[in-house]
């Protein structure tokens, strides 16, 4: 048989890119939209799903807990099946998933019902998140198409859940709480049907196993420690129960990384993480989750509950941060990184985030929000623009086809988790500061009065001065927490730009059959 009869594959330089490869990613990008906004879309609802389903004070939390706890603790668990049995596989079922589960949870008759179906939309966000995030790297390989890429999905990364408090405010008040749920079900079909047309895969590791006691392992230690962050939110840090989860959470995962040096199949190879540029990506991502989500709750209360601000009011004053993050992503990172080390665009966007949040700490009960707010919203988002896009392309990069879905979901797993320390944390400083000034304040103010009643506007004054000092003090915190991740993208994140491949010859006739 000649040469020419029997043609080798040509070059990984010499392949053609995938014509469709732009349609995927839009494909992609409302895949991931929906996943990152549904964890903000219902707070906003939240109020008027607990008055319609009669829902107790005590567990209306588990609208959100369930979500967070099966998303967070099940995404290892979602990121190594697509690498088993296929990305886009994987993706096309965790869309038909969480649609099934989004209108389960709008047709919600009762509160359990509503918790069951939250948990099913984690579960299968679990599957769809990292699935989306490995396609994503598997489709962009080279120089800036691949920044292009990464600038508009860190884009959605950062602005996702921006995005999903003006959805949600928009949705309650025009409609009702349960089209916050029932909008992903379109939405799924829509990315159900692109995916089918123009998502490309194939496995790359036939014959691996799934790592059961990894699995057992791993998920167990991350629900673990993500239900005793949302715990600690209402009970305090101190509490027994917070701190037994939080200890055996923390043993869970010390055995699940001693077993990964051990298992034939880990779950997560231990070589993924250890990567100085890919560990130091990972930890910028948690720091920076960890300040924002502080950040998205408290401004959401401040709006509403101090300033008046209606749902629909609340979630359009987030635009202009959203704006920013789409340029910052879109405009500044994509365009640079292929120029820049990715430190030099994270450390930057840390210490944009930073000074946002620390001009937050001069916040008055007083409308302020072209004075104050709105100034930090344009630094903050431009700053997260310039850190979320750099850390996923940093994580992803030169990562084995093989294990990019478990590398997706360690990135995903970081602001998960990030997000519910974030959340626990600030709120709990937030709360104790807030509690500790009214105290103060309201013993004075009955001296002052020879122990008659406070007349309610002072009283009401005086609370909501509280709220907002506690709101400071939180959000102070949060900057100091961003000046961290600056210091650790500074010092970990040494990797040099991702240049584009060095162009070869153009392969001829012979070169494609030798």
């Not at 549904?38 to 004070?57: K, R």
């Not at 969480?98 to 579960?123: I, P």
């Amino acid at each position: 048989m000649s040469q020419a009869e029997n043609p080798r594959p040509l070059p990984s330089w010499a392949a053609p890119p995938d014509p469709r490869r732009w349609w995927a990613l839009v494909v992609i990008a409302i895949a991931q939209l929906m996943v990152v906004l549904d964890a903000t879309i219902v707070n906003i609802a939240l109020p008027s799903a607990q008055h319609d389903l009669g829902i107790s004070d005590a567990n209306r939390q588990w609208v959100i807990t369930a979500y967070t706890l099966a998303f967070g603790g099940l995404l290892l668990l979602g990121g190594r099946i697509a690498d088993l049995v296929g990305r886009k596989r994987t993706f096309m079922v965790g869309l038909v998933g969480f649609a099934a589960a989004s209108g389960l949870g709008g047709a919600a008759t009762s509160a359990g019902l509503l918790f069951g179906a939250r948990a099913l939309q984690g579960a299968f966000g679990a599957l769809l998140a990292p699935s989306a995030l490995s396609l994503l790297t598997t489709t962009f390989t080279k120089g800036r198409e691949r920044s292009k890429a990464f600038g508009i999905y860190g884009a959605i990364a950062g602005g996702g859940a921006a995005i999903g408090l003006i959805a949600g405010g928009v949705l309650t008040e025009y409609l009702t709480w349960r089209w916050c749920l029932y909008v992903n079900v379109p939405v799924a079909v829509i990315a159900l049907v692109g995916a089918t047309v123009f998502l490309r895969d194939k496995r790359d590791k036939a014959g691996a196993r799934l790592d059961v006691v990894g699995v057992l392992l791993g998920c167990g230690g991350l629900v673990a420690i993500v239900y005793a962050c949302n715990e600690a939110e209402p009970h305090g840090w101190g509490d027994n129960w917070v701190v037994g989860l939080l200890a055996g959470g923390v043993a869970l995962l010390a055995v699940f990384a001693w077993w990964q040096t051990r298992a034939r199949y880990p779950l997560l190879p231990l070589h993924i993480v250890r990567n100085r540029n890919r560990g130091g990506a990972f930890l910028t991502m948690a720091l920076t989750t960890i300040a924002m989500f502080g950040m998205f709750l408290f401004m959401t209360y401040y709006l509403q509950t101090v300033l008046d601000y209606s749902p629909v009011r609340t979630g359009l004053a987030y635009l202009p941060m959203t704006a920013a993050i789409v340029i910052g992503s879109t405009q500044i990172s994509a365009r640079l990184l292929h120029r820049l080390a990715p430190r030099w665009l994270m450390v930057p966007g840390a210490l944009l985030v930073a000074g946002g949040l620390y001009s937050l700490t001069y916040l008055t009960a007083r409308p302020a929000y072209a004075s104050h707010v709105l100034p930090a919203e344009l630094l903050v988002g431009l700053g997260m623009g310039l850190i979320f896009m750099p850390v996923m392309a940093t994580a992803t990069f030169g990562v084995a086809p093989q294990d990019s879905g478990v590398t997706s979901a360690t990135v995903n797993t970081s602001q998960q988790v990030g997000g519910s320390i974030g959340t626990a944390l600030l709120n709990t400083i937030a709360a104790s500061t807030s509690a500790t000034y009214l105290a103060v304040h309201l013993a004075q103010a009955a001296r002052h009065t020879a122990g008659r009643t406070l007349p309610p506007a002072v009283r009401g004054a005086l609370v909501k001065d509280g709220v907002v000092h506690g709101f400071s003090a939180a959000i102070g915190v949060g900057s100091a927490i961003m000046l961290l991740a600056a210091l650790v993208a500074g010092l970990m994140v040494t990797g040099r730009a991702a240049k584009p491949p060095v162009s070869a010859p153009a392969p001829t006739a012979s070169d494609a059959h030798r």
